[in-house]
């Protein structure tokens, strides 16, 4: 299925269908203007010195027609350009009604003319750079929202921003981009996979770019594996042919049966062909959890502080215990094995003051007035662990949104 042609931006039509109306033009672009019938019968000659006399008016009315289907063939090229669909019919055609316009012609008014009008239309649209209006790719948005909005993360904004840009800057990377998110529920893995839909494709999660798989929802019984690998292999085939740039998230990764890999392999190894297409996957698991929060107890303890814990301790940690994993049946631990996951991104547990600021960024989204006290008793509802020090929030900010209804007028 090929990629879905656009529709221009309103400012572009309205502007195009104008200029065609005052030019003479009619019907679509590409298309010519309808066999005019008689004139009726006008009155009188006008004086040969009025405003329009009769010689005039058939000039000016021809040199409109011209501009007019001038004009359509401007829109075809602009069309062409941007969307790259049926560029080649379109030159044939072209080829084939090689008439030439009277006065004006593309030698004429140049191909810097195009190129002015291609860069005109792209000043709304602002899609020059990806060449489809559906993708973005504003990482300067992303890494400035997730220093703003993703609390207590370094490691995890560091590592996404980095993998992200250098991906997309690489001209042709060989293999699909693969980040394996891991740490406890509530740290922002689902939040940053968000950010990271939202900041390269123009309509977020619901981009037909995007596609988001959780485990127990769309492969939730295990006597249709088998199905489930067929319909995963298509969707994931039919996204790469729609797009040229996809990214594609599996939520609850530890629970993705074994066989299901069949069909998500072959996208994400490197590949020897000259296309153009680009995908990124995305990988969210809690398990590792108790491995990265051991790490961050560890540094606690010894009085240093959390920045401080190196990507590498955690990476390595991660991998050993997700290969030993494997023998368990999780099914992403075998991606590690064969080298296809290229970051395993962690995730560490919150503190009480990472609490504090979810809370405020809840009642700012909601625009509900707070105090420092009222943040305060936010973060007291949650549980703390280990038992002992009371460090680390049981739930991250998860259910934080809940809490602040609480506080409701």
Known sequence: M????????????CC??????????????????????????????????????????????SHLGTVGALSRQYWRYV?????????????????????????????????????????WYCSFGRCCETGDCRIINNITGLEADLSGQLHGQHLAKEVVVQA???????????????????????????FVARMVASHLY???????????????????????VNSYKAQLHRQISETLQRCRQALFIFDEAEKLHSS????????????????????????????????????????????RAREEIPLELLEQRLRLELQEAAENSYAHSHLLRENLIDFVV????????????????????????YTEATLNEVAQMMVFVPKEEKLFSAQGCKSVPQRINYFLP
């Open 260 to 303: 299901l890999l069949d069909a998500i392999r072959p996208f994400m190894a490197p590949q020897d062909s000259e296309d153009q297409q680009r995908s990124i996957f995305l990988f969210l698991s809690n398990l590792g959890g108790n491995t990265i929060n051991e790490v961050a107890l560890d540094f606690w303890r010894a009085g």
């Open 2 to 13: 090929g990629q879905a042609r656009l529709p221009a931006p309103r400012g572009l039509g």
């Open 202 to 224: 123009r309509d977020g999660l619901k981009s037909d770019c995007v596609r988001v798989f959780v485990s127990l929802l769309h492969f939730p019984h295990h006597n249709y």
């Open 346 to 369: 962690p995730f560490l547990p919150l503190e009480y003051h990472h609490v504090k600021l979810c809370a405020r960024d809840a009642f700012l989204a909601r625009g509900i007035p």
């Open 164 to 190: 992200v840009r250098g991906f997309l800057q690489s001209p042709r990377p060989r293999k699909a981009l693969v980040l394996s998110f891991h740490g406890w529920s509530g740290t922002g893995k689902n």
């Open 16 to 61: 195009v269908l104008v200029l065609l109306l005052l030019l003479g033009g009619s019907g679509s672009p590409g298309t010519p203007p309808p066999p005019r019938g008689p004139r009726p019968q006008e009155p009188g000659p006008e004086p040969e010195g009025g405003p329009w006399g009769r010689g005039r008016y058939e000039a000016v009315r």
């Open 79 to 119: 069309a062409c350009r941007l969307w790259q669909e049926g560029c080649q019919e379109e030159e044939k055609r072209e080829g084939r009604e090689a008439a030439p316009i009277p006065s004006w012609s593309f030698p004429l008014v140049g191909q810097d003319y195009l190129e002015i009008l291609s860069a």
